[in-house]
């Protein structure tokens, strides 16, 4: 073999060492030992670090534009959230008002069911009315006596009013008759008496002086009767007063009808306003008394009562909007505005409210109920039941 062929064998090799397949020949074609080996692993070396350095850029640029999206998402979530106050520690709340029998008794007809809608007058419940019909009836009876007992007496004193000035002046008359009646008797005495013994009798005499003491009698018994009937006009009030004694009585009979008739009207029991049946503890055939819960009614006025920390308070006012949500339906999208903020915090109209002047004092952040009214968004087919969560998120500036 000559030197030029010699030469000429690695030329190949060098060839395909350039080709990007021979870049890293494979581990079974170097032996240990062999010049080779060495060169083919710093060109690995080289070949990774050149392909690092044309992937960095990419990278450096890929995580510039993620920290500026996180920076920008920051910007926006702090802007979007710093002038808002929200809460979880709400609930939906309204009126939900007690309906309870004022009378006694059997219930005859049960006129709704759970849940029903009823409006304001609608019969809810019948009581038996039987005995209220009957008081009703009696408490008639003694309005009647006692009505025709105060028209009587208002006819004595009008009899009163003329009689009794009548009975003075007739005593007067009597009296005055009496005196004529003396006069002349005690003339017919002095006559009898100046007579001379021959010219009369001792009969006659005696007659004359008894005619004289019976007038002065009657004289008397005249001034006696016009003692008797001269108070005319305190006879005449006794007699207005056992009238207005009627009158009364007569007002205190109509109270009793009037209560009998109230009492009969209770026997129906209706709702005092819309709203919904809730929690119905009767049935028909109970026996109810006054007081006894038997429906409460949930009227349809719902608002939210949103517990909000004392520490979130210092921007909030009525009037504010603020955005609702339900989690029992979150496809309601509720607005509505801060009505008003309670003036205490819950733990302070507590069955049992903390006395912080005494044993060691705690420090609990305290929460004040914020009442806020729905605006708009509510659904007349989604029913709002009261106490469930809502979110409320209150603008403040």
Do not use: C
């Amino acid at each position: 073999m000559s030197a030029q062929q010699i030469e000429e064998k690695p030329r190949p090799r060098e060839a395909r060492s350039e080709r990007p397949d021979d870049a890293h020949p494979e581990p079974h074609s170097l032996q240990p030992g062999e010049p080779g080996e060495e060169q083919a692993a710093d060109d690995a070396v080289k070949q990774d670090e050149e392909a690092r350095t044309r992937r960095r850029p990419v990278v450096f640029i890929i995580g510039a534009v993620v920290l500026i999206l996180l920076a920008i998402g920051g910007l926006y979530y702090w802007l979007s959230t710093r002038n808002i106050e929200s809460t979880d520690d709400a609930y939906t709340d309204g009126r939900a008002i007690t309906i309870a029998p004022q009378v006694s008794g059997i219930v005859v007809s049960l006129d709704v069911t759970d849940n029903q809608f009823v409006k304001q007058g609608q019969p809810l419940i019948h009581i038996d009315p039987r005995q209220y019909q009957i008081d009703r009836e009696q408490a008639e009876g003694a309005l009647a006596t006692a009505q025709a007992q105060y028209r009587g007496q208002q006819f004595g004193l009008e009899i009163a009013q003329k009689n009794f000035p009548a009975q003075l002046e007739q005593a007067n008359a009597q009296l005055e008759n009496a005196k004529a009646n003396r006069a002349k008797t005690l003339a017919d005495y002095d006559r009898q008496k100046s007579l001379p013994k021959a010219a009369t009798s001792q009969q006659d005499v005696d007659a004359a002086e008894a005619a004289l003491k019976q007038a002065d009698a009657q004289v008397a018994l005249a001034q006696a009767q016009i003692t008797q009937a001269s108070p005319v006009s305190q006879r005449i009030s006794e007699t207005d007063a056992q009238v207005g004694q009627l009158k009364g009585q007569v007002e205190q009979a109509q109270a009793r009808l009037d209560q009998a008739n109230l009492n009969l009207s209770w026997t129906t029991v209706t709702a005092p306003q819309d709203g919904w049946i809730t929690k119905r503890n009767v049935e028909k055939g109970n026996y109810v008394t006054p007081g006894q819960q038997i429906f409460s009614i949930v009227a349809p006025d719902v608002w939210i009562t949103a517990n909000f920390k004392e520490s979130q308070l210092a921007d909030m006012r009525p009037g504010q909007h603020v955005k609702i949500t339900i989690d029992a339906y979150p496809s309601l999208n509720l607005e509505g505005h801060v009505d008003s903020i309670q003036l205490g915090s819950g733990s302070k109209f507590t069955a049992f409210p903390p006395e912080n002047a005494t044993g060691n004092f705690v420090k609990i952040v305290q929460r004040v109920p914020v009442k806020i009214v729905i605006d708009k968004g509510l659904n007349p087919n989604i029913p709002l039941p009261l106490g469930i969560s809502a979110e409320p998120s209150v603008t403040v500036r």
